[in-house]
């Protein structure tokens, strides 16, 4: 009797097990063919990218748009031998010159020949041609490029309609979905890979507007410009960069969200170019020291470090020193949230901007500038400063010697023709200023967000605050053009 109940648990348990590896045959099988689908049915819609480039006098005039990001960063576009990695670098022949450099990947957005790529794939291009899946090549047209987001739209005029994807919500992604890579890694032609995403929002400092999708799914180069699909065929990011000590994936790569490229992308389909809201400031994060001297209860908010004048911000009556709480009526928490907010908004709309001043908030009525008219003006127009007198002004308690910027100073010390301010002429070591890192050649613009016009009077407002024993002063302090704001500890 016991014998028999142990066979028959035996064999209950042989039916389990049985019916388990069936079910997991005909779960696994489909999955397999589903995903294997999917990538047969969006592979057309993916293209390599090939250009002509003269390397020498395209090298001097388009410099590589990623030349400030980190080092590990570098490895996915930056300082490779001409041709890379699609074949030996050309010899110095002349008729190598113009030879077809295959580059990076894109993907197909319209039945009409709408292409999407990255910019730094074509930055150096003369002509441009996409090869697709059944390798047929068209020559491309550039439609327009963004060097600020690193995107590039392309066409091509197809003689019949082509296969083309959308692109997804990123915002409704989740860390942890499975996605899915297509692209030309290293020139071996149309390669899938998979992974999943492994976090948002990464900033790599490559531009103003990174906010990066993290995958682990394995891009290289070459994988540039190529579209990162979801698992509902749909492009939620375009690849653009890795990490990597290697040159090689490591499993950490990054794409540029779908949700900030459509946008750009619709903007250079549209007009050639982006057309970027603008509200004329530089502006800075809000540290713990500076929300203190400020009174303000967190580090909430965006500190204007800058106005430029006859912009929007200034038109309406902001200044250096405001901090922004919120811009069209949504809170301001950082940097990089505000710029990507102002950027978003419609050219010569009207937005309500909050910012903190004086301990009370203040609210203003703001027309949005536009972006790219502001740079184009920037660099034609120059003004004029009259020359100043030399003398030399010291606090000698704070270890700091300063003047007025005169035209020997600002060739000196690279100081714009339009900055105005004291110039730092002298830092005593271990000395107040030495330790807020104050060097020799800065331009001291603005003190208690009172702006500086003459050494005389920014001597006079540091001597009445150490008269009056304050512990400290907020001053704005630039530095090869770049502004910033240090709590200075009179102390």
Same mark, same amino acid.
């Given at each position: 009797?016991?014998?028999?109940?142990?066979?028959?648990? *035996?064999?209950?348990?042989?039916?389990?097990?049985?019916?388990?590896?069936?079910?997991?045959?005909l779960?696994? +099988?489909? *999955?397999s &063919?589903?995903?294997?689908?999917?990538?047969q049915?969006?592979?057309?819609?993916?293209?390599?990218?090939?250009?002509t480039?003269?390397?020498? %006098?395209?090298?001097?005039?388009?410099?590589?748009?990623f030349?400030? $990001?980190? =080092?590990?960063?570098?490895?996915?576009?930056?300082? *490779?031998? =001409?041709?890379f990695?699609?074949g030996?670098?050309?010899?110095?022949?002349?008729?190598?010159?113009?030879?077809?450099?295959?580059?990076?990947?894109?993907? #197909?957005?319209?039945?009409? @020949?709408?292409?999407?790529?990255n910019?730094?794939?074509?930055?150096?291009?003369?002509?441009?041609?996409?090869?697709?899946?059944?390798?047929?090549?068209? #020559?491309?047209?550039?439609?327009?490029?963004d060097?600020?987001?690193?995107?590039?739209l392309?066409k091509?005029?197809?003689?019949?309609?082509?296969?083309?994807?959308?692109?997804?919500?990123?915002?409704?992604?989740? $860390?942890? +979905?499975s996605?899915?890579?297509?692209?030309? =890694?290293?020139?071996?032609?149309?390669?899938?890979?998979?992974?999943?995403?492994?976090?948002?929002?990464?900033?790599?400092?490559? @531009? =103003?507007y990174?906010?990066?999708?993290?995958?682990?799914a394995?891009?290289?180069?070459?994988?540039?410009?190529?579209?990162?699909?979801?698992?509902?065929?749909?492009v939620?990011?375009?690849?653009?960069?890795?990490?990597?000590?290697?040159g090689?994936?490591?499993?950490i790569?990054?794409?540029?969200?779908?949700?900030?490229?459509?946008?750009?992308?619709?903007?250079?389909?549209?007009?050639?170019?982006?057309?970027?809201?603008?509200? @004329?400031?530089?502006?800075?994060? $809000?540290?713990?020291?500076?929300?203190?001297? !400020?009174?303000?209860?967190?580090?909430?908010?965006?500190?204007?470090?800058?106005v430029n004048?006859?912009?929007?911000?200034?038109?309406a009556?902001?200044?250096?020193? &405001?901090?922004?709480?919120?811009?069209?009526?949504?809170?301001?928490?950082? $940097?990089? %949230?505000?710029?990507?907010?102002?950027?978003?908004?419609?050219?010569?709309?009207?937005?309500n901007?909050?910012?903190?001043?004086?301990?009370?908030k203040?609210?203003y009525k703001? /027309?949005?500038?536009?972006? %790219?008219?502001?740079?184009? *003006?920037?660099?034609?127009?120059?003004?004029?400063?009259?020359?100043?007198?030399?003398?030399?002004?010291?606090? &000698? /308690? !704070?270890?700091?010697?300063?003047?007025?910027?005169?035209?020997?100073?600002?060739?000196?010390?690279?100081?714009a023709?339009?900055?105005?301010?004291?110039v #730092?002429?002298?830092?005593?070591?271990?000395?107040?200023?030495?330790k807020?890192?104050?060097?020799?050649?800065?331009?001291?613009?603005?003190?208690?967000?009172?702006?500086? &016009?003459?050494?005389?009077?920014?001597?006079?407002? !540091?001597?009445?605050?150490l008269?009056e024993?304050?512990?400290?002063?907020?001053?704005?302090?630039?530095?090869?053009?770049?502004?910033?704001f240090?709590l200075?500890?009179?102390?």
């Amino acid at each position: 009797m016991h014998i028999s109940i142990k066979r028959f648990n *035996l064999f209950i348990t042989y039916l389990i097990l049985s019916n388990c590896l069936i079910f997991f045959k005909l779960y696994s +099988h489909p *999955l397999s &063919d589903e995903t294997a689908d999917l990538v047969q049915s969006l592979s057309p819609a993916v293209v390599n990218v090939f250009t002509t480039q003269n390397n020498k %006098e395209q090298e001097s005039k388009n410099p590589n748009p990623f030349e400030n $990001v980190p =080092p590990q960063f570098k490895d996915f576009f930056e300082n *490779l031998p =001409p041709g890379f990695p699609f074949g030996p670098p050309p010899q110095n022949n002349p008729n190598n010159r113009n030879a077809p450099q295959a580059l990076g990947s894109g993907f #197909v957005i319209d039945k009409t @020949g709408y292409i999407v790529t990255n910019q730094h794939v074509i930055a150096q291009a003369n002509e441009i041609k996409v090869k697709f899946q059944d390798d047929s090549e068209l #020559v491309a047209e550039l439609i327009g490029q963004d060097k600020l987001t690193d995107l590039a739209l392309l066409k091509v005029n197809p003689k019949k309609d082509l296969k083309f994807v959308n692109f997804a919500d990123s915002d409704s992604a989740r $860390v942890g +979905h499975s996605v899915i890579a297509i692209g030309n =890694p290293f020139g071996l032609g149309g390669t899938v890979t998979s992974g999943i995403i492994s976090a948002f929002n990464r900033d790599i400092n490559s @531009g =103003p507007y990174d906010s990066f999708i993290q995958t682990d799914a394995s891009i290289n180069k070459g994988n540039s410009g190529g579209p990162l699909f979801n698992l509902d065929g749909e492009v939620i990011g375009i690849n653009s960069a890795i990490f990597s000590p290697t040159g090689g994936s490591v499993g950490i790569g990054f794409s540029i969200p779908s949700n900030l490229a459509k946008p750009i992308v619709a903007q250079l389909r549209k007009f050639g170019k982006t057309q970027r809201g603008w509200l @004329g400031v530089r502006i800075q994060e $809000v540290t713990p020291e500076i929300a203190k001297s !400020l009174g303000l209860k967190n580090e909430d908010g965006v500190l204007i470090a800058m106005v430029n004048p006859g912009e929007p911000a200034e038109k309406a009556g902001m200044q250096a020193g &405001d901090v922004i709480l919120e811009f069209n009526n949504k809170k301001v928490k950082n $940097v990089k %949230e505000l710029q990507r907010t102002v950027a978003d908004s419609t050219v010569a709309s009207s937005v309500n901007v909050t910012v903190w001043r004086n301990k009370k908030k203040k609210k203003y009525k703001v /027309k949005v500038g536009e972006l %790219e008219k502001f740079n184009s *003006l920037a660099e034609n127009n120059k003004q004029n400063n009259k020359p100043t007198t030399d003398k030399e002004f010291e606090i &000698d /308690k !704070l270890g700091l010697r300063f003047k007025n910027i005169n035209d020997n100073l600002r060739k000196q010390y690279n100081i714009a023709e339009n900055q105005t301010g004291v110039v #730092v002429t002298g830092i005593k070591t271990e000395s107040p200023s030495s330790k807020v890192g104050l060097s020799v050649g800065n331009v001291i613009a603005q003190i208690s967000q009172i702006n500086i &016009d003459k050494a005389s009077q920014a001597e006079k407002i !540091l001597n009445d605050a150490l008269e009056e024993k304050r512990d400290s002063v907020l001053m704005q302090v630039f530095q090869n053009g770049f502004p910033r704001f240090v709590l200075f500890n009179l102390n």
